[in-house]
C-alpha cells in the first residue's frame, strides 16, 4: 500500500508538470504549420529526444526488457536490429529528410511525399494520408487501452475510468501547441528514461553482486543458469529455425528507414544544419545507451528472480526498481514507464490530426484559402475529433481487434513507407506515378500475409519490404511518369 501511495503521488505531480510544461510550450503555436511541424524550428537535442521517447515509449522500458527476462541472450537480435535501424535512420536519413522539407516546404509527412511527386500529388494525399489516419487512428486507442490496463494494476482504477483519464492527459496540451508542445513533453521523459536505462543497470548489478538471497549474483551466471535456451545468442535453436528467428526480429530494421511518420516528423522539424548534427549525435547516442540498459534489466531480473520467478514479463522492471530503490524513487522511474506511453499516444494523435486536416480536409474546406489562423482552428478541431472518436472506439471496438490492427502497421507502413522514402531519395528514376501502387501493395500484401499464418514461418516486416520494393520498381519503369507520357 506504502508503494502504492507513492507511485500515485509521484504520478500525479509527475504529470501534472507535463500537461502544464506543454501548455505553455503550446501557447507558441500560431498557425496550422507551427501545430502540424513545429514551424521547423525544433532544436537539435529536443528533436532527438522527443523521437527516441516516441519511438521507443513503452518498448524500451517494459517490452524489451520483459523480452530479455523471457528470452535470455537471444534478446540480442532484436535490439541489435533496432538500433541498427536508428543509427542508419539518424545517420543516413535525419538530415535528408529535413532538407527535403525545408526546400519544398512541407508541412507533414505525406506533404513532403506529395510535394516530391507532384504528378501524381492528389492520389498521393488521398491513399496516404487515409492509410496514416486509419491505422495511427487504432493505434491511439490501443495506447487508451494500455494507458486503462496499467493504472487499474496499479491502483485497481476501473480500467474503462483510466482510459478516460489517459485520455484527458494527453488531449489539452496536445490540442494547445500540436508537434512543438509533445515535442517539449516528450524531451522530459526522454530524459526520465535514459536516467532509469542507465542508473539502474549500474545499481541491479551491484545489487546481485552483493545479495546472497539472489538467483544469481552475475548476469553471466544466471543466464547459464537457467538453462541454454538463455545462455545461448540462439535462444537453443539451430538450422532452419535458428535462421527464421534471427531474421524476425532483426527485421525491425526495416521500419526504421524513414518509414514511420512520426519518427520522420521529428527529422523534418529540425531547425538547421547544425541543430541536425547535434539531433543525430544525440539520438544515437541514447539509442545505444537505451538498448543496452535495457536488456541488462531484463537480465539483471532474472539473477534476482530466476527465469520463472515472475508471472508477467513486462512486470520485470518495476519488479527490478522496487527491489533496488527507495519506495519514492522506484516510483519516478516507474511513473516515467507510464508517462512514456503517452509519449507514443500524443505523437500518434497529432500525427493523425494533421495528416487529415492538411491534407484531406484543407483542400474542401478552405480551398484556395491558407489563413494560417484557420489552418490552426481546422487542426485543434481535427485533433479534438480524432482523440475522441479513438477513445469511443476504444470503448466499443473488442481490444484483440484493435491490437491486431495495429501489429500491421509496422509492415503495413513502416516497411510500405521505408522504401517510397529510400527511392525518392536515392533513385532519380523514381516517380510520382509509382508510388500509389506502392502504398496499396505494401498494406495489403501485409495483411495477406499476416492473416494467412505466413507470418510465422517469415517475419511481415522482411517480407512486405521486400514485396513492396520490388513492385516500386516495376511501376517506375511500367508507367511513364506525367510529363513524359504527355509528351509521347
Request: net charge positive.
Amino acid at each position: 500500500m506504502e508503494n502504492q501511495t507513492q507511485i500515485l503521488t509521484v504520478l500525479v505531480l509527475y504529470l501534472s508538470f507535463l500537461i502544464g510544461f506543454g501548455v505553455y510550450q503550446g501557447r507558441k503555436a500560431k498557425s496550422g504549420k507551427d501545430f502540424s511541424i513545429a514551424g521547423r524550428q525544433l532544436p537539435g537535442w529536443v528533436a532527438a529526444l522527443s523521437e527516441r521517447a516516441t519511438g521507443e515509449s513503452a518498448w524500451a522500458l517494459l517490452g524489451l526488457p520483459g523480452f530479455a527476462y523471457a528470452a535470455g541472450l537471444s534478446a540480442i537480435w532484436v535490439a541489435i536490429g533496432c538500433v541498427a535501424g536508428i543509427i542508419v535512420a539518424w545517420t543516413v536519413f535525419a538530415g535528408r529528410l529535413r532538407r527535403e522539407a525545408e526546400k519544398y516546404d512541407a508541412t507533414t509527412f505525406i506533404d513532403y511525399i506529395a510535394k516530391r511527386h507532384a504528378d501524381s500529388g492528389k492520389w498521393i494525399r488521398i491513399l496516404g494520408s487515409f492509410t496514416v489516419v486509419f491505422f495511427f487512428f487504432f493505434y491511439v486507442g490501443a495506447q487508451f487501452l494500455g494507458g486503462g490496463k496499467t493504472l487499474n494494476a496499479l491502483f485497481g482504477i476501473d480500467p474503462k475510468v483510466g482510459m478516460l483519464i489517459t485520455a484527458l492527459i494527453i488531449l489539452p496540451y496536445t490540442v494547445l501547441g500540436g508537434l512543438k508542445s509533445v515535442a517539449y513533453t516528450d524531451t522530459v521523459q526522454a530524459i526520465v528514461m535514459i536516467l532509469t536505462l542507465t542508473i539502474a543497470p549500474i545499481v541491479g548489478l551491484a545489487y546481485i553482486a552483493s545479495h546472497p538471497d539472489v538467483f544469481a549474483h552475475s548476469v553471466t551466471s544466471a543466464l547459464e543458469m537457467s538453462g541454454p535456451e538463455y545462455s545461448s545468442i540462439l535462444g537453443g535453436l539451430a538450422g532452419g529455425a535458428a535462421l527464421v528467428f534471427v531474421i524476425a526480429e532483426f527485421s525491425w530494421f526495416f521500419g526504421y528507414l524513414g518509414g514511420m511518420p512520426q519518427l520522420s516528423i521529428r527529422f523534418m522539424a529540425i531547425k538547421d544544419e547544425k541543430n541536425a548534427k547535434l539531433a543525430r549525435n544525440v539520438g544515437v547516442g541514447w539509442t545505444i545507451l537505451a538498448y543496452i540498459g535495457a536488456l541488462l534489466i531484463g537480465w539483471i531480473g532474472i539473477a534476482i528472480f530466476g527465469p520463472g520467478g515472475l508471472s508477467d514479463q513486462e512486470q520485470v522492471m518495476p519488479s527490478v526498481m522496487l527491489k533496488l530503490f527507495p519506495p519514492f524513487l522506484a516510483a519516478v522511474f516507474i511513473t516515467g514507464a507510464i508517462a512514456a506511453m503517452l509519449s507514443t499516444a500524443d505523437s500518434l494523435l497529432i500525427l493523425s490530426a494533421t495528416e487529415l486536416s492538411e491534407n484531406l480536409l484543407k483542400p474542401f474546406v478552405y480551398k484556395d484559402d491558407f489563413d494560417p489562423k484557420r489552418s490552426l482552428r481546422l487542426s485543434r478541431i481535427s485533433t479534438v475529433a480524432l482523440g475522441v472518436i479513438a477513445l469511443i472506439t476504444a470503448y466499443v471496438v473488442p481490444s484483440n481487434l484493435i491490437y491486431t490492427i495495429v501489429g500491421y502497421t509496422w509492415a503495413g507502413i513502416g516497411d510500405t513507407f521505408s522504401v517510397i522514402v529510400i527511392l525518392t531519395l536515392f533513385w532519380k528514376k523514381f516517380h510520382g506515378r509509382a508510388v500509389p501502387p506502392t502504398i496499396v501493395t505494401g498494406l495489403l500484401f501485409t495483411i495477406f500475409w499476416i492473416s494467412s499464418g505466413l507470418e510465422e514461418i517469415v517475419s511481415a516486416r522482411l517480407m512486405t519490404f521486400i514485396v513492396t520494393a520490388v513492385v516500386a520498381v516495376i511501376s517506375t519503369y511500367a508507367l511513364k511518369p506525367k510529363e513524359a507520357a504527355s509528351t509521347a
